[in-house]
T-cell receptor, first 114, second 114 residues
């Protein structure tokens, strides 16, 4: 089992719809969770961080964390073509790694269709 | 805030050659990280510095790889006797000292081994 798992996609949604991206992680002691957006050929860009159970909203983005289910998600409301990218889920504090390193999923490729 | 800067952006070299990459973190960030990313995968942790001290090294970091951060500011990553499998994007990130400080990535150095 991978330590951080994401559906690789591709996920396609029409412009204006809600895109839902999911991530599960294997280690119950993990405490910090991040979503990065990565355009093709570019570096990861931090878009959300979440540390406690529940929802965290920032503009069109909402991150949801459920530590009991070891599940974190990202919702993108009113999706725009410019949101088309790969979304990477990252977890800090996976036991097999250090407390500081991020463990990434393989990413979900999102396409927003005009 | 000028962001994390990496140099060069692209490096093409022949198998067996040595290469060195440089990373300049965000100026007030004490922590600096190196990751490697191959096509279709999320970044994988290589090593991490707090100030000038190298505190963590991944098992991925073979003895052909060495990283330094001599004055606690910029860092270099050297790969000796490059192999085909070293072809990847090498990403540098930096963060502040707090437990939940997010990591911000530079644009990366893309290494191609001929």
């Amino acid at each position: 089992q991978k330590e951080v798992e994401q559906n690789s996609g591709p996920l396609s949604v029409p412009e204006g719809a809600i895109a839902s991206l999911n991530c599960t992680y294997s280690d119950r002691v993990s405490q910090s969770f991040f979503w990065y957006r990565q355009y093709s050929g570019k570096s990861p860009e931090l878009i959300m961080s979440i540390y406690s159970n529940g929802d965290k909203e920032d503009g069109r983005f909402t991150a949801q964390l459920n530590k009991a289910s070891q599940y974190v998600s990202l919702l993108i409301r009113d999706s725009q073509p410019s949101d088309s990218a790969t979304y990477l889920c990252a977890v800090k504090g996976i036991t097999s790694g250090s407390a500081r390193q991020l463990t990434f999923g393989s990413g979900t490729q999102l396409t927003v269709l005009p | 805030d000028t962001g994390v800067s990496q140099d060069p952006r692209h490096k093409i070299t022949k198998r067996g050659q040595n290469v060195t990459f440089r990373c300049d973190p965000i100026s007030e960030h004490n922590r600096l990280y190196w990751y490697r990313q191959t096509l279709g995968q999320g970044p994988e942790f290589l090593t991490y510095f707090q100030n000038e001290a190298q505190l963590e090294k991944s098992r991925l970091l073979s003895d052909r790889f060495s990283a330094e951060r001599p004055k606690g500011s910029f860092s270099t990553l050297e790969i000796q006797r490059t192999e085909q499998g070293d072809s990847a994007m090498y990403l540098c990130a930096s963060s502040g000292l707090g437990a939940d400080q997010p990591q911000h990535f530079g644009d990366g150095t893309r290494l191609s081994i001929l």
